[in-house]
């Protein structure tokens, strides 16, 4: 599967952004998904994952209750909405996938993961 995130920019502090991340070549319900990112200066992280079909989600704590994952898989695409965004979010976004499903999602971590999008940048300015 090749995976195309897009939907970065630069935005305010307290301001919104839509990630998206398109799969082609194969089915993204295939795949639970999830969304890393990495800051200068600093090791890639996860920030959410998800399910095959959606009906599990995880997040890191930093960003709970700001960030939503979802995804949609009759249109081959997972999306990462981002609001009360703060400058420590900024960071370079990387939407992967996993093939299979997670027993747990909380276990989900890069080394898991099997294919990759090319990174998305989102600046947030303070």
């Known amino acids: 599967v090749q995976l195309q995130a897009s939907g970065g920019g630069l935005v305010q502090a307290g301001g919104s952004l839509r990630l998206s991340c398109a799969a082609s070549?194969?089915?993204?319900?295939?795949?639970?998904m999830g969304w890393f990112r990495q800051a200068p200066g600093k090791e890639r992280e996860v920030v959410a994952g998800?399910?095959?079909?959606?009906?599990?989600?995880y997040y890191v704590d930093s960003v709970k209750g700001r960030f939503t994952i979802s995804r949609a898989n009759a249109a081959n695409t997972m999306y990462l909405q981002m609001n009360s965004l703060k400058a420590e979010d900024t960071a370079v976004y990387y939407c992967?996938?996993?093939?299979?499903?997670?027993?747990?999602?909380?276990?989900?971590?890069?080394?898991?993961?099997?294919?990759w999008g090319q990174g998305t940048l989102v600046t947030v300015s303070s």
């Open positions: 992967a996938g996993h093939l299979g499903d997670y027993n747990h999602l909380a276990n989900i971590d890069q080394r898991g993961m099997n294919y």
């Open positions: 998800i399910s095959r079909s959606g009906g599990s989600t």
């Open positions: 070549g194969r089915a993204l319900s295939s795949y639970a």
